[in-house]
């Protein structure tokens, strides 16, 4: 066993450099921020806005990507699955797929399930399942497309 040599610490470090520059492998994996650009400027602002009323976004609604737009779509999936039992899960794990839910996002489709929609559903509809409202809502839009 004396006989193997232990790789240069050079080696070591110029890995770990190598590592920090480009992340871990699944960072960036999913299609969050390719999603997020192929939107429209309006419709990337009108998701921001909507992640700023469920209470998940706290910077500026600008239409553009950063990590504050990347924590509350994170957040948003969570939310969405967590207040539907996980019943509606939204798939962000291409970005065909996230551009849908951000664009379904924008056009105020799980507004039930993020901050209970507006006074007036939430004073009318209170006896409705929101992840009905929300998969109604969803269908409607997938149909129009």
Do not use: C
Not at 76 to 95: F, W
Request: avoid cysteine; charged fraction near 25%.
């Amino acid at each position: 066993m004396s006989d193997m040599k232990r790789p240069p610490r050079e080696l070591f470090a110029a890995a770990l450099v190598a590592f920090s520059l480009t992340g871990p492998v699944w960072a960036g994996q999913d299609g969050l921020r390719e999603g997020f650009n192929a939107l429209s400027q309006e419709e990337r602002i009108a998701v921001q806005r909507e992640l700023a009323r469920a209470d998940l976004f706290f910077a500026p609604v600008d239409g553009h990507w950063n990590s504050a737009t990347e924590r509350a779509l994170r957040r948003s999936v969570e939310t969405i699955a967590l207040a539907s039992g996980d019943r509606l899960h939204p798939k962000i794990n291409n970005p065909s797929a996230a551009s849908r839910f951000m664009s379904d996002l924008g056009a105020r489709a799980y507004r039930r399930l993020l901050y209970g929609g507006s006074l007036f559903e939430r004073v009318f509809f209170l006896s409705e399942d929101p992840v009905l409202d929300a998969q109604a809502a969803l269908a409607k839009r997938r149909s129009e497309r």
